[in-house]
Structures are given as structure tokens and as C-alpha cells.
């Protein structure tokens, strides 16, 4: 009893709270394995091409480029996670999906407009169609991660 005569009610731990969901973990891990190696690949081609030959193809270099920083901000996002992070991967997963169909129909539609090819081109056919099945899967996995 305490001073003042009443029973002290018992101390309890906190309710645990919600662990926090890693967006890098468990498959999210080879989203980040996998948007690490498109973001090298994309940013690598994109420099050695546009130092080379920018003249030749400018568009589909600069898509290229673009396509390296939606990469390389997905996988940051992952990596950091969080509620914040989780959104913005979420939108830029959106983005990098509505950018290889626009880009993969267009370069189907008017190949004349790509004397070269780009990350997203026949949406992503010359990367086995990665660049199409990435965002869909990320989109996926970030969906469910909202729910965990």
C-alpha cells in the first residue's frame, strides 16, 4: 500500500509495440539485390554511352539515365525503410512501370524515334523483361508491407 492508503495498482510493461516492418528484409532483400544491379547497370550504361555517343541517340540515353535514378531512389527507399519510404517506393515503382510501357510501346510503335535502345525499350526485352516484372513485383511487396 502507499502513503496514502490505497493499493498501488501493478506496474505492467508497455503494450509491445508493432514491430517495425523492414522493407529490405526477407524477399525485399532481392528487391534490393535486384534495383542495386539495374541501378549499376542503368547509371553505367547511361554515362559510357552518353560520354561516347550522346549525338547518336539522345533520347534513349537520357531514358536511360532516368531510369538509373528511379533505380537508385527504390532501392535507397528499401534499404532505409519506414512508413515514409515505403510510400515513396511505392510511387516510384508506379513511375518506373508507367514509364517501361510507355517506352516499350513506343519503341515498338516508332523505332525510327530510338536509333539506339534504352533500359525500358520492348519493356525490357534486352534485360530479360526484368525491368517490367521489377516495379510489379516491388508494387507487391510494398502492398503487403503496409499491411505487415
Same mark, same amino acid.
Given at each position: 500500500?502507499?502513503?496514502?492508503?490505497?493499493?498501488? =495498482?501493478?506496474?505492467?510493461? &508497455?503494450?509491445?509495440?508493432?514491430?517495425? !516492418?523492414? @522493407?529490405?528484409? *526477407?524477399?525485399?532483400?532481392? @528487391?534490393?539485390? !535486384?534495383?542495386?544491379? !539495374? #541501378?549499376? =547497370? =542503368?547509371?553505367?550504361?547511361?554515362?559510357?554511352?552518353?560520354? /561516347?555517343?550522346?549525338?547518336?541517340?539522345? $533520347?534513349?540515353? #537520357? @531514358?536511360?539515365?532516368? %531510369?538509373?535514378?528511379?533505380? *537508385?531512389? +527504390?532501392?535507397?527507399? $528499401?534499404?532505409?525503410?519506414?512508413?515514409?519510404?515505403?510510400?515513396? &517506393?511505392?510511387?516510384?515503382? %508506379? &513511375?518506373? $512501370? %508507367?514509364?517501361?510501357? +510507355?517506352?516499350? #510501346?513506343?519503341? $515498338?510503335?516508332?523505332?525510327? =524515334?530510338?536509333?539506339?535502345?534504352?533500359?525500358?525499350?520492348?519493356?525490357?526485352?534486352?534485360? /530479360? !523483361?526484368?525491368?517490367?516484372?521489377?516495379?510489379?513485383?516491388?508494387? +507487391?511487396? @510494398?502492398?503487403? &508491407?503496409?499491411?505487415?
Amino acid at each position: 500500500m502507499s502513503d496514502t492508503g490505497r493499493a498501488d =495498482a501493478p506496474t505492467s510493461p &508497455a503494450p509491445e509495440q508493432r514491430q517495425k !516492418f523492414e @522493407l529490405g528484409s *526477407g524477399p525485399g532483400r532481392v @528487391l534490393v539485390w !535486384f534495383y542495386g544491379v !539495374f #541501378t549499376v =547497370a =542503368a547509371a553505367s550504361r547511361s554515362i559510357v554511352e552518353m560520354i /561516347l555517343d550522346f549525338g547518336k541517340a539522345p $533520347l534513349a540515353y #537520357t @531514358l536511360s539515365a532516368v %531510369a538509373a535514378v528511379v533505380y *537508385g531512389f +527504390i532501392t535507397y527507399s $528499401l534499404v532505409r525503410g519506414g512508413e515514409k519510404a515505403r510510400r515513396a &517506393a511505392l510511387m516510384c515503382c %508506379a &513511375a518506373e $512501370l %508507367a514509364g517501361v510501357l +510507355i517506352v516499350g #510501346t513506343w519503341t $515498338l510503335v516508332e523505332p525510327s =524515334a530510338f536509333p539506339d535502345s534504352t533500359v525500358w525499350s520492348g519493356f525490357g526485352m534486352g534485360y /530479360l !523483361f526484368i525491368p517490367v516484372i521489377l516495379p510489379v513485383t516491388g508494387m +507487391i511487396w @510494398l502492398r503487403r &508491407a503496409r499491411q505487415a
